[in-house]
Nanobody, 128 residues
């Protein structure tokens, strides 16, 4: 599967932004998907994941309540809705995917190494 992230840009603190991740080459309905972000000199940081069946989502404390991941398998697209953005949210955001094949458990994946497929990243800058 190939992943193409889009929707990044320059926004002010407190603004909202929605990132999109379009999948091609395979149907996304067999994949668990997620988002990571990275700033220069820092390790990649997990910001959200959704299970293959869309039953479960999870966000870590730094973004919980402000970020929301969702998926539309009919459009082969995953979204990251971000609100109340802060300067510390500035980063390159990557969408990721991993195929879930039974008998694997259909759950959210939060570890970077669990995702073999990565998009190219989209830059989000939060600044006044």
């Amino acid at each position: 599967v190939q992943l193409q992230a889009s929707g990044g840009g320059l926004v002010q603190p407190g603004d909202s932004l929605r990132l999109s991740c379009a999948a091609s080459g395979s149907t996304m309905s067999t994949y668990a998907v997620g988002w990571f972000r990275q700033t220069p000199g820092k390790a990649r940081e997990f910001v959200g994941a959704v299970s293959k069946s869309d039953i479960s989502t999870w966000h870590p404390p730094p973004v919980k309540g402000r970020f929301s991941i969702s998926r539309d398998d009919a459009k082969n697209t995953v979204y990251l809705q971000m609100s109340s953005l802060k300067p510390e949210d500035t980063a390159v955001y990557f969408c990721v995917a991993t195929e879930v094949i039974p008998p694997e458990v259909d759950t959210v994946m939060i570890i970077e190494s669990e995702y073999p497929y990565w998009g190219q990243g989209t830059l989000v800058t939060v600044s006044s």
